[in-house]
T-cell receptor
């Protein structure tokens, strides 16, 4: 079974802190994605990557950056956390050629910025 | 904004079939229709996908209208474990998708 793991289930940070959310997949997937999920807004795509060192902006990239130095790891970075970035963050991965089809999601990180 | 339209919520009795509808009014000819579901406190999981033909797998069936403007996810016998939020999405060639708010399915014992 594909496994996508995220570094923390719950995280509390202060406004202005630099925050790293880590995602690791163990199935040699080419494509990886970061979403945030908020009540009433569904899942919104922040960034995605279809290869090592490649990244593409999603629908809401402002205030975020990403890093993909190794194929299995995709990091989401909040350079200066703000309270409006309090949310559930979900990472996903998929095989090449499947595009965004058959994405495998991690359990999510619930981030609270105070 | 989400490209698809789904009812906010639906109810079903346990062991009854459930038909979850989705409208794809702006779908392009090459977009695949995907369904995911999200159980409480978990990340979404892939359910099924199709392009033009109806599809079946161990989890569900997917019926796609001939004009592709609508699709229906069919759970043949709902169980309490099927209570979840169900998302239909359109997946094109740029590997970018937009999830909407989905349909919250409640299964009544």
């Amino acid at each position: 079974d594909v496994k996508v793991t995220q570094s923390s289930r719950y995280l509390v940070k202060r406004t202005g802190e630099k925050v790293f959310l880590e995602c690791v997949q163990d199935m040699d997937h080419e494509n990886m994605f970061w979403y945030r999920q908020d009540p009433g807004l569904g899942l919104r795509l922040i960034y995605f990557s279809y290869d090592v060192k490649m990244k593409e902006k999603g629908d809401i990239p402002e205030g975020y950056s990403v890093s993909r130095e190794k194929k299995e790891r995709f990091s989401l970075i909040l350079e200066s956390a703000s309270t409006n970035q309090t949310s559930m963050y979900l990472c996903a991965s998929s095989l090449p050629g499947t595009g965004a089809r058959e994405q495998y999601f991690g359990p999510g990180t619930r981030l609270t910025v105070t | 904004d989400a490209k698809t339209t789904q009812p906010n919520s639906m109810e079903s009795n346990e062991e009854e079939p459930v038909h979850l509808p989705c409208n794809h009014s702006t779908i392009s000819g090459t977009d695949y229709i995907h369904w995911y579901r999200q159980l409480p406190s978990q990340g979404p999981e892939y359910v099924i996908h199709g392009l033009t033909s109806n599809v079946n797998n161990r989890m569900a069936s997917l019926a796609i209208a001939e004009d592709r403007k609508s699709s229906t996810l069919i759970l043949h016998r709902a169980t309490l474990r099927d209570a979840a939020v169900y998302y239909c999405i359109e997946v094109g060639g740029y590997q970018k998708v937009t999830f909407g708010t989905g349909t919250k399915l409640q299964v009544i014992p």
